[in-house]
């Protein structure tokens, strides 16, 4: 067990989830993910048509007496979760129809504001053997803040960019854990649950960041160190089954850790430096006189020396212009007007980023950029 006020970085920890837990600094990680027990409810050997068995969890760590077992497990633990997040920190947790509802129950109790729920839906699910149901083809992924006050860290554009620059959906389509990832020992699944590496790939880029802590309280045979350490994301591991950590450690270790700006994510727009269009008139890049346009080229307006522009009789900021023009309650001036180049018709928003890129490369905020605000 780690002592009370040190924070043990990508160890395992041997022993009860709880217990370690409690052991930790109150509000020292930056996201909990966890897949617990699902509590099956297994009655006698599930076998396929051919007869032959089918290799399920059959482990005593899924056993529980009763639902009131199961729920008072899930509260202590859920407790020393949030325990150790930061103010701003996330849980996930995982599970299927037997737990999940039991699970949100519990946390939304105790003080979790759920953000998301998650729909893993499985590529190459297991079949229904016995005929009698729908097969089971997704588990569930409840996404939430340590409380509703918190501002939980949420990589929006870096799901984008991995979405092929399409907003991520809450439901995710990915395959269960086989091949070459599934880990064996003597010809045996090391671990009934392992969860694939795509999963917690996208849990971890979408709500951590390089250098944060990621504690997971049912670590098994490690998906979430091995992620987290190619990703240059700290962890800590709980796990109490000696088997399981032997199988973690050794692959983990094998594992070159990330580091560099390639870990880092494409950051919002709202966290880039305002620039103010009248920069763009200052720097020449557009002159007083010259005409924007919508899209089509169906609106005209002109600029003015103080980067007001002028259209149809009001005169005003790109942002309020467009509005006008198009008698909606806002606009987003960037991307509304454009200007002709080289025969072109191309938004500002290219003069912004240009600025921007400018400001990054030369470590400075340059002319007119201010910290991004709401209304940019």
Not at 81 to 92: E, I, Q
Not at 218 to 239: H, K, N, Y
Not at 350 to 362: F, G, K, N, W, Y
Request: hydrophobic share 40%.
């Amino acid at each position: 067990m780690s002592e009370q006020g040190t924070i043990p970085r990508n160890t395992i920890l041997a022993g009860d989830c709880v217990a370690h837990m409690n052991a930790l600094p109150a509000g020292c990680v930056d996201m909990v993910f966890a897949d617990p027990p699902y509590n099956l409810q297994l009655s006698g050997e599930l076998h396929r048509p051919d007869n032959s068995r089918v290799d399920g969890v059959e482990e005593g760590w899924d056993r529980f007496a009763d639902f009131a077992t199961y729920d008072a497990f899930t509260r202590t633990w859920l407790a020393a979760a949030r325990r150790v997040l930061k103010p701003d920190g996330t849980l996930w947790v995982i599970g299927t129809y037997h737990n999940i509802f039991r699970v949100g129950t519990a946390l939304q109790d105790i003080g979790f504001w759920v953000l998301n729920d998650i729909v893993w839906r499985k590529t190459n699910p297991m079949p229904n053997f016995r005929g009698k149901r729908f097969t089971n083809a997704h588990e569930t992924l409840i996404w939430c803040a340590r409380d509703a006050a918190a501002k939980p860290t949420f990589n929006y554009q870096a799901m984008k960019a991995l979405n092929d620059g399409v907003q991520m959906r809450s439901d995710w389509l990915l395959p269960i854990c086989s091949g070459a990832e599934r880990i064996k020992r003597d010809g045996r699944k090391a671990h009934p649950t392992q969860k694939p590496e795509a999963l917690l790939h996208r849990a971890l880029l979408a709500a951590t960041n390089p250098g944060d802590l990621v504690l997971d309280p049912f670590f098994g045979s490690g998906t979430t160190g091995a992620v987290a350490r190619r990703l240059g994301r700290d962890w800590i591991g709980i796990e109490r089954d000696p088997d399981y950590i032997e199988v973690a450690t050794a692959r983990i270790e094998a594992i070159e850790p990330g580091s560099g700006p390639a870990l880092v994510s494409t950051p919002s727009r709202r966290d880039e430096p305002r620039v103010a269009f009248g920069s763009l008139v200052e720097r020449g890049l557009l002159r007083a006189g010259d005409k924007l346009y919508d899209a089509r080229r169906k609106i005209t307006a002109r600029i003015h020396a103080d980067g007001s522009i002028f259209a149809k009789g009001a005169r005003g900021s790109i942002h309020q212009i467009g509005a006008k023009v198009q008698n909606a309650p806002a606009c987003n001036g960037w991307t509304y007007w454009h200007f002709e180049s080289s025969g072109k018709t191309v938004p500002l928003d290219a003069l912004r980023q240009r600025i921007r890129d400018e400001m990054a490369s030369s470590g400075g905020t340059g002319s007119g950029a201010q910290p991004a605000s709401a209304a940019e």
